[in-house]
């Protein structure tokens, strides 16, 4: 079912990519479109979570470098039955994280160092739960994909009027349809992405709280990031705003969570369906982390690194 979903994902892009270069230059403007789209849809599933990571500026991290992370993710992989992936910081004050990857087998999880520093044990816990949710659920090659293709959409739109704004376009709209395919693009490609990430968001939120054993822990933290993504700003987010519906709660600042165009559903729907879960008795068996007991601190190194990164910024349980 989900390569039903991801090919017909891939075909929408497709279809808006060939209707933006018709609307640009005609029957050959679709053909080059098409030609294009079908080589960037090989490329994105190769290539296209290196890509993502590398706009981040993400830097992978192992037990040695970031042990507590390391530790963390591995253990709730296990938990879900799902191989180590790898695991990726952030520079960025912003607290937020995302997964990425053709499929488990190749996957990987980042988070920023603001999202470790911000968040308790227990809560980041909550959100690497929620993205190898996005892995096992196999979200995140549909997800990856799109912000490629959507990236690529929005530049097409922008660049129209240098592509077609000369009188001799080969438009068959003439300057009206650059005009329209500039207008149009971005606003296609957003639709898109929101059509992807709302019910994604709602179904790893469900699968993350039971992996880490606690709906509650994924609650609180939501609340935090959203909070913080409103007050930090992401810079490698706002240069690659196609990307945004990748984390676990939208990085663009500024942006209003709850609006009817937003890439993720708003935080409060969110929180109140992890409270309902929570009430249910909707918490996996397993072992689980207790609140009161303190975490273990390496004397050499905080959650997010060892000799050489900032220590004197290490959070709760770095």
Avoid: C
């Avoid at 230059?25 to 599933?45: D, E, K, T």
């Avoid at 939120?205 to 992996?211: M, Q, S, T, V, Y």
Wanted: hydrophobic residues 45%; glycine residues 10%.
């Amino acid at each position: 079912m989900n390569m039903m979903k991801t090919a017909m994902l891939l075909a929408a892009l497709t279809a808006i990519f060939m209707g933006v270069g018709y609307l640009i230059g005609g029957s050959g403007g679709a053909m080059i479109a098409f030609l294009v789209a079908a080589g960037m849809n090989l490329f994105s599933y190769w290539n296209a979570d290196k890509l993502v990571l590398r706009m981040h500026n993400a830097h992978e991290v192992d037990e040695r470098s970031a042990p507590e992370f390391h530790r963390m993710v591995r253990d709730l992989a296990a938990r879900a039955n799902l191989p180590m992936p790898k695991t990726y910081l952030i520079e960025s004050d912003q607290p937020n994280a995302f997964a990425t990857g053709r499929n488990p087998e190749n996957a990987a999880v980042a988070a920023t160092t603001g999202l470790l520093r911000t968040l308790s044990y227990e809560e980041a816990s909550g959100v690497m739960a929620h993205e190898l949710a996005h892995v096992k659920n196999r979200d995140t090659l549909t997800m990856t994909i799109t912000a490629t293709l959507a990236g690529a959409i929005s530049m097409l739109g922008n660049f129209a009027l240098f592509f077609g704004g000369s009188r001799n376009n080969n438009s068959p709209f003439g300057f009206a349809g650059v005009l329209l395919a500039a207008l149009t693009a971005p606003f296609a490609a957003m639709l898109v992405q929101m059509a992807i990430s709302r019910t994604r968001e709602y179904s790893a939120d469900r699968d993350g709280a039971a992996i880490a054993g606690n709906p509650l822990w994924l609650a609180s933290a939501l609340a935090k990031i959203a909070g913080g993504a409103k007050r930090q700003p992401m810079a490698s987010a706002e240069h690659n705003p196609a990307t945004a519906h990748l984390f676990i709660i939208n990085p663009l600042n500024g942006e209003r969570m709850d609006s009817l165009f937003s890439t993720h559903p708003a935080t409060e729907n969110r929180i109140a369906a992890l409270e309902e879960m929570a009430r249910q008795g909707g918490i996996s068996e397993g072992p689980r982390i207790s609140r009161e007991t303190p975490m273990r601190s390496e004397p050499s190194a905080g959650p997010w690194g060892s000799a050489g990164r900032s220590r004197r910024r290490a959070g709760p349980w770095g």
